[in-house]
């Protein structure tokens, strides 16, 4: 089974663009979570989607946002890029079975903000 | 959701066991404690998830003791492409996919 993929893997762009990333989780898996991760702040969650629904949400401003299609894929959305936005994004995805919670991760995409 | 506080770093050798403990005095009763793992500029990686007693799989081993305060991750025999860092985690187990890593331990293991 294919685990999750997510592109591009590296990405740059400049202030005050706006990116859009892409992940496909394991087939079958309907929550897709968001994470980013840089060596002063650490792994912190962005957001979680379940049947195309936002069904949690971490502290970031709304420059970040999300969607999730009918297919479970997902795509990730910053805007009004800042430099300190430039990080490691993780997409992870899981099946959720009660009592066992599993999350798959991807590569990640690498943003540079120049 | 439960704070969790491991150590930072820790240092071992090959072919030995290494045991790394986390604390998180305020876990609720439905709460579980799962471990990961992350290699640089990967994702991390599922080891082990336990409710309370002891959890064992092919890689690892889940120590959980009575009052489920603390627990402690359990590698044997070690070799260097274990070094990574190791995040103990502690939440509901189902239904969220939202994941509260903390600092996480750094394990260097040496020839």
Not at chain 1, 3 to 27: A, D, E, M, N
Not at chain 1, 72 to 98: F, Q
Not at chain 2, 58 to 83: M, W
């Amino acid at each position: 089974k294919a685990g999750v993929t997510q592109t591009p893997r590296y990405l740059i762009k400049t202030r005050g663009q706006q990116v859009t990333l892409s992940c496909s989780p394991i087939s079958g898996h309907r929550s897709v979570s968001w994470y980013q991760q840089t060596p002063g702040q650490g792994l912190q969650f962005l957001f979680e989607y379940f049947s195309e629904t936002q069904r949690n949400k971490g502290n970031f401003p709304g420059r970040f946002s999300g969607r999730q299609f009918s297919n479970s894929r997902s795509e990730m959305n910053v805007s009004t890029l800042e430099l300190g936005d430039s990080a490691l994004y993780l997409c992870a995805s899981s099946l959720l079975i009660d009592n066992y919670n599993e999350q798959f991760f991807g590569p990640g995409t690498r943003l540079t903000v120049l | 959701l439960a704070k969790t506080t491991q150590p930072i770093s820790m240092d071992s050798y090959e072919g030995q066991e290494v045991n790394i403990t986390c604390s998180h005095n305020n876990i609720a009763t439905n709460d579980y404690i799962t471990w990961y793992q992350q290699f640089p500029s990967q994702g991390p990686r599922f080891i082990i998830q336990g409710y309370k007693t002891k959890v064992t799989n092919e890689v690892a081993s889940l120590f959980i003791p009575a009052d489920r305060k603390s627990s402690t991750l359990s590698l044997p025999r070690v070799s260097l492409s274990d070094t990574a860092v190791y995040y103990c985690l502690v939440g509901p187990s189902s239904n969220t996919g939202k994941l509260i890593f903390g600092q996480g331990t750094t394990l260097q293991v040496k020839p």
